[in-house]
């Protein structure tokens, strides 16, 4: 009775204005609380596709140590979802591999082939706990360091307590183009063994592959062979040696496991069936020898050689540093593009094999790229730098276009060179930069300088340049150059549009030089950089320019007003209204029927 009474004077109560208002402030207030709480937060990360409870607390906690890599530009997050888009590969020009799909992407022997050929081969071991009540997973691409880091929490035991972490890494490896690698390493804290099941390699080859168990240097190793059609339905062999491990695996109570899984991988150039046998021999006796030498080695040895390698290749880069319009890439965008498109070209510079006379060649073609790159910048090609990537048949498709853009506009010889010259066009080509006979020209539209970035590690004469476009406190462009020479000095010098002012002599001074944003009518480059003092010197009488303008007057006549036709009809309009008005008085007055200005007094 007493309930009934209450509920029936609630509508009353409730018709009280500062009764509702109190009502709704708890409620907004209880909302707050349940967000902020870590369970409400946990089930907010569930709702965006990551992992709640235990499972979620313990990625959490391993993806912060990855925070400062992502901070930095050093990497991106591709899972879980809601990261950014773009499948998790590692490749170096003769394999690709794509980590969530466990597939192989193979090329040819042949000089210059690109990893098209998808084969049966299943790259990578893959463990599956023998229970589990939940899992969360997070990956990571490590531009710097060219591999892709994934890790597991698993909550296996039957009762709610702490994970078991399964980290893994997986690197193709960067100047040894035949071996890729798996770093393992599993951590149960738990009370109880954490038992998984080794994903056996045979389950999933079908018909054209065969496996078969040798022993190499005492340990077991796995020697698959299968073969790949081209477009034109020839045969290439692939021959993968691999570490073999058990069909399961525990680890004990409160301890950690590791292991390192070594594969390599040898194809052949495109045969017909007569070649088949004497070809397989060959590509089997190489892949086994190549096996012997890689365990012989140590695997950190391996590892750091392969990260050295990639950290030489990103010195040079594109840093977007403040973005003003919705079209211009970001940096993770810029970065996730140039790790894509690197990962499918070979480096024949860290080719111990290749003859000194070849390796002089190539790295001429670096310093004094002729003519790369011609053409307006590729900052604002969104096909090129595109900001989500949907698989690798996307990435092959945007190399194959980045392929043709950098041959057809002057960078055939870096082209050539591998992924060093690569990398230096893709970032010639972002900003505008292109080299002539005489000197390297920064030759970007003066419209759309008011994004703020640096192009970095740009080879010339043996010399690495960085250049910078930045915006001062009124957001006036301005370049900024520095040098970072090389052993051997050699003398360069700088001039911004026009070469009106006498060249300035480059340094490595840590603060770098300044330049003024100038722009000439007709356009002309924005800045000249030569080895060449007297170039520079009779370059301003050669150009034969009409006016030079500071940057901010040249937008302010690119920006007039607003146009004629509007201040037409604007005019029209007062005129028509004054007519109108004129008529209104006139009728009034003048017209007929009109009444008389001045009334008589008689």
Known sequence: MWLQQRLKGLPGLLSSSWARRMLVGLLLFMIIYWYLSSDGLLRFLTSSGEPRGATGVCLQSQMQRWK????????VMVAPQGRASGPAVVGNGRLLVDVESNKLWVSSSQPGASPVLLTEYPPLVALKPAEVRSEGQAVMLWFRKGSVLSVRCLLMGPTQGDCVTLREEFIAHRSRPSLYLQRIHISNPTDRPATFEVASLTMSFGSKFLASVEKIEDQDIMLSTGRVLTEKKQIVLVVVATKKMGSRLQVAAKSEFAENVLSVVYTSDPIDSSKLEETLSRLR????????????MSVEDLYQEHQQSWADLFISGVEMRKIMDAHTPSSDTVNTTLYYVLSTFTAPLLDKKISAEEREKLESSLNYADHCFSGHATMHAENLWPSQVSGVAHILQLV?????TLQKRGCKALVAAGVHGVMQGMVLSFGGLQFTENHLQF????????NSYSLRGLHYNKDSINLAVLLDTEGKPFLHLSVKPQDKQVK???????CMNEPVELTSEVKGHVFPVMVTQPITPLLYISTDLTHLQDLRHTLHLKAILAHEEHMAKQDPGLPFLFWFSVASLITLFHLFLFKLIYNEYWGPGAKALFRSKV
């Open 68 to 75: 400062p890599l992502v901070d930095r530009g050093e990497g």
């Open 285 to 296: 006796d190489g892949a086994r020898r190549e096996m012997g030498d890689l365990m012989r």
């Open 400 to 404: 194959n276009l980045w392929n043709l």
């Open 443 to 450: 030759q970007a539209d003066p419209d759309v300088l008011h």
């Open 492 to 498: 360069l010098y700088a001039c911004e549009a026009g």
